[in-house]
């Protein structure tokens, strides 16, 4: 049985680079791709990804409020923050709303990075990643 992924990012880009990473492997099925929270709410209760990747920073309802939401579904999902700049408050509310760890976007450039942290949620070791403030 694969695992089951949903992304949720208003870049188009980001979302279409992270399906593709996720693609090349054989046990992995990329099942929703959304561009907004209120999509992702009306949509991933149906799908039950085991792992949704988030952008934090959403156009209308942000990423954090969604993870709120959706770590109420059962079966609960394992959620990975994504973001493309240093905002440790931002991940610290979303590890605080349910999510399970946090990685740098772009995925355009990097989609390796996505992939370790992919890894280790699934195998249950979580990854956070958090820097000091400056």
Request: glycine share 6%; hydrophobic share 45%; net charge negative.
């Amino acid at each position: 049985m694969p695992i089951t992924v949903a992304i949720v990012d208003d870049d188009a880009r980001i979302r279409r680079s992270l399906a593709t990473m996720l693609g090349t492997a054989e046990d992995i099925e990329c099942v929703g791709q959304f561009p907004n929270a209120e999509d992702a709410l009306r949509k991933i209760p149906a799908l039950q990804p085991r792992v949704i990747f988030m952008d934090i920073h959403l156009p209308g309802m942000s990423g954090v409020d969604c993870v709120r939401e959706l770590a109420a579904i059962e079966p609960k999902p394992q959620i990975v923050m994504l973001t493309s700049y240093d905002d440790s408050e931002a991940i610290f509310s979303s590890l605080s709303a349910g999510a399970c760890g946090s990685e740098e976007s772009p995925a355009i450039e990097a989609p390796r990075f996505h992939a370790s942290s992919f890894l280790s949620v699934v195998s249950g070791a979580h990854q956070i990643t958090m820097r000091p403030r400056r």
